[in-house]
């Protein structure tokens, strides 16, 4: 076998990998879509972040679960919500709810929040900004931070109430005269229970952003910023998890169109090398260097062509998978097994590879491509001729 049958075989491979990656690709967006993957992901994501992790108290992480669901009912996140409103959507809506979400309406969300977004509709969820309008000015030895603000939140409504406890001297310190005004806003208006980790989370992050020199709004501004930071880092963990779950689910989905197709690596290196009517038509159509990721009439003129080439997959080639050599009766069993086992191997093999993805295989496409045709450069005409004077 010389070397341009190698690179034609392994041109045929790489391109029957990228039609069945399409395939594979599109089936796991499908699913995405109706099943509501990504928004599921990045509501649970945050649920984890308020609450300080899978591994925090029962109590934080209900507390998160309803602080979460009053985030995703602001205005500026429910406008985000932009989902699909036909039946078969609807209907996978209502078979994926999760029973044990104490959610009582929609559960569908956004799959993209912005950290600007999150920022300011979670300091409104917990008041923060109203309750900075209630600091009474204090003087400067007993300056009044963010820092201070979140220290005391957790004590607001136990000790306002109660003018003998020590909460409530530790409030009077940072809010200065308690008026009934403010004890109203208190007690109706901030939210009732709050992840303990958040408010220890917020107060590391107040104290990170303080200033030395200017005033509480600012110092606000610049929190702000930080629980945007915040925000935007917890993402790209959660994204990096979402990512490899959906490597996961791919290598299933490509294992499964493997089977259904009936695609064995094996067979088809050895179809592609003992059969040139095939490979020369694989590596005519995949040498016209059409963007067939992008371009959908272009992938179904070449499935069309591939199935008129009797490309090497599909159930009816069953029959030459396992055709039997000439052997005796009883070791005849033992060379089924072990075709049965090739077999096995070989869509594990090519699912794994379709789960690679069609980016990952139109690049190494356009590689091999430049491969084969690459050869010396032709020498201009105007080089050897003799110069005219």
């Keep these: 076998m010389n070397l341009p049958v190698v690179v034609d075989i392994a041109l045929g491979l790489v391109f029957i990998y990228l039609i069945l990656s399409l395939l594979a690709s599109e089936i796991q967006e499908l699913l995405a879509t109706l099943l509501q993957w990504r928004a599921k992901h990045l509501r649970t994501s945050i649920e984890l972040l308020l609450s300080g992790g899978s591994e925090s108290e029962r109590s934080d992480i209900i507390n998160a679960i309803d602080l979460v669901q009053k985030l995703y009912n602001d205005p500026l996140i429910n406008t985000l919500n932009h989902q699909a409103k036909g039946k078969l959507e609807k209907h996978f809506r209502e078979i994926t709810k999760n029973p044990d979400k104490r959610l009582l309406d929609k559960q569908s969300g956004p799959s993209y929040l912005p950290s600007e977004t999150f920022a300011i509709t979670l300091l409104d969820a917990l008041k923060i900004p109203q309750l900075i309008n209630h600091v009474k000015h204090p003087s400067e030895e007993a300056k009044t931070n963010l820092h201070m603000i979140l220290a005391s939140y957790k004590e607001l409504k136990k000790g306002i109430n109660d003018p003998t406890s020590p909460s409530y001297t530790k409030i009077q310190e940072v809010y200065g005269d308690i008026d009934q005004k403010f004890r109203d806003f208190v007690n109706n208006e901030l939210p009732d229970e709050v992840p303990d980790s958040l408010i220890k989370s917020l107060g590391v992050i107040a104290e990170r952003s303080r200033i030395k020199i200017g005033d509480l709004t600012e110092e606000v501004n610049q929190f702000k910023n930080e629980v945007e930071t915040w925000f935007d880092r917890s993402m790209d963990r959660a994204s990096g998890v979402y990512k490899r779950n959906a490597k996961g689910v791919a290598i299933l989905i490509g294992i499964s169109v493997a089977f259904l197709t009936n695609t064995d690596t094996f067979h088809l290196v050895k179809r592609l090398s003992e059969d040139s009517v095939i490979r020369s038509t694989i590596t005519q159509s995949a040498s016209q260097r059409i963007d067939y990721i992008n371009d959908e009439a272009a992938r179904r003129g070449i499935e069309k ?30 060379i089924r097994i072990s075709q049965v086992f090739k077999l096995i191997c070989g869509w594990i093999v090519s699912g794994f590879a379709i789960a690679m993805g069609a980016p990952f295989w139109f690049d190494i496409l356009n590689k091999i491509i430049n491969v084969r045709n690459a050869g010396p450069k032709p020498v201009a005409y105007t080089k050897d001729q003799p110069s005219q004077k």
Excluded: C, H, M
Aim: proline content about 3%.
């Design 305 to 334: 062509l591939l199935g008129n080439a009797s490309i090497p997959i599909g159930w009816q080639n069953i029959n030459q998978q396992f055709e039997l050599l000439d052997t005796t009766k009883s070791n005849r069993v033992y």
